[in-house]
């Protein structure tokens, strides 16, 4: 699916999180692993560093109004684990 040149992709990446509160060390160190994120959206830009991507567009059927994006997020490269670009039949 295409929106002005604009790919689907679905984007497989790492990200850091935090525990709540207090917690034992002991448990701390069974969850030493990063949080595994999928996102799916338009990718509207992509760089040597990252890509952005976005789930909402609005705006495409509305005769000649700027398309809009929202809930955007900027993926670092280096916490990329899979990236598939996808097609509509």
Do not use: F
Not at 16 to 35: F, K, M, T, Y
């Amino acid at each position: 699916m295409k929106i002005k040149g604009k790919e689907i992709v679905l984007i497989e990446w790492v990200d850091s999180h935090s525990g709540r509160g207090w917690q034992d060390l002991e448990s701390l160190e069974a969850s030493a692993v990063p949080l595994y994120c999928r996102s799916v959206g338009w990718l509207v830009k992509e760089t040597e560093q990252c890509v952005v991507i976005v789930p909402h567009i609005s705006g495409e059927k509305n005769g000649h109004i700027l398309l809009q994006g929202c809930g955007d997020i900027t993926i670092p490269k280096n916490a990329i684990v899979k990236e598939i670009r996808l097609t509509a039949d």
